[in-house]
């Protein structure tokens, strides 16, 4: 699949909030109930650090975005991330392409560590961070409310093997 990658910007954001709300209606994506304003999404991921995977057609099928940890300095090389496929685009190599975009403008910048919390039910997102060099490192056990029902998430992190 050809696909072009390209930092997400405001002119994505149509198509981009309407695949975060895709994977928030699907159930097994996130606790959220409803995909934020623009404005919300803009202001809490950090630029530098999201992306936007396009088809030949220009159609937004994915994208990836990193939001700090902490303000806190210690934590100054951490960050969390999400990724969002288009359900007719999944399973062609997007998510792929975008942690892997991620992971290179993540460590050309210095940060040392990408986490994430996972739905344990969301298996095709375990199978393929742990591709890209995520590990588990523990699950949050009935640590939320979704749908009326304790979820438990599984906390993977990637430790970037070129930052010490």
Same mark, same amino acid.
């Given at each position: 699949?050809?696909?072009?990658? #390209?930092?997400? /910007? %405001? !002119?994505?954001? @149509?198509? &981009?909030?309407?695949?975060?709300?895709?994977?928030?209606?699907? +159930?097994?994506?996130?606790?959220?109930? #409803?995909?934020? /304003? %623009? !404005?919300?999404? @803009?202001? &809490?991921?950090?630029?530098?650090?999201?992306?936007?995977?396009? +088809?030949?057609?220009?159609?937004?099928?994915?994208?990836?975005?990193?939001s700090?940890?902490?303000?806190?300095?210690?934590?100054?090389?951490?960050?969390?991330?999400?990724?969002?496929?288009?359900?007719?685009?999944?399973?062609?190599?997007?998510?792929?392409?975008?942690?892997?975009?991620?992971?290179?403008?993540?460590?050309?910048?210095?940060?040392?560590?990408?986490?994430?919390?996972i739905?344990?039910?969301?298996?095709?997102?375990?199978?393929?961070?742990?591709?890209?060099?995520?590990?588990?490192?523990?699950?949050?056990?009935?640590?939320?409310?979704?749908?009326?029902?304790?979820?438990?998430?599984?906390l993977?992190?990637?430790?970037?093997?070129?930052?010490?």
């Amino acid at each position: 699949m050809s696909l072009r990658i #390209e930092p997400l /910007t %405001w !002119a994505h954001a @149509d198509q &981009a909030l309407a695949i975060y709300q895709a994977g928030i209606d699907e +159930g097994n994506a996130t606790f959220e109930t #409803e995909a934020p /304003t %623009w !404005a919300a999404f @803009d202001a &809490a991921k950090l630029p530098e650090h999201r992306f936007a995977a396009l +088809g030949p057609d220009g159609k937004l099928l994915g994208w990836v975005a990193a939001s700090k940890v902490s303000d806190r300095c210690a934590y100054a090389g951490v960050v969390e991330h999400s990724v969002y496929v288009h359900p007719a685009a999944r399973g062609r190599g997007v998510a792929r392409t975008l942690l892997d975009t991620l992971i290179a403008s993540t460590e050309a910048a210095g940060i040392w560590t990408i986490q994430s919390g996972i739905f344990p039910e969301n298996t095709a997102s375990l199978a393929l961070h742990q591709r890209t060099g995520f590990r588990a490192i523990g699950t949050r056990e009935r640590i939320g409310l979704h749908r009326g029902l304790w979820r438990d998430v599984v906390l993977l992190e990637r430790r970037s093997p070129t930052i010490s």
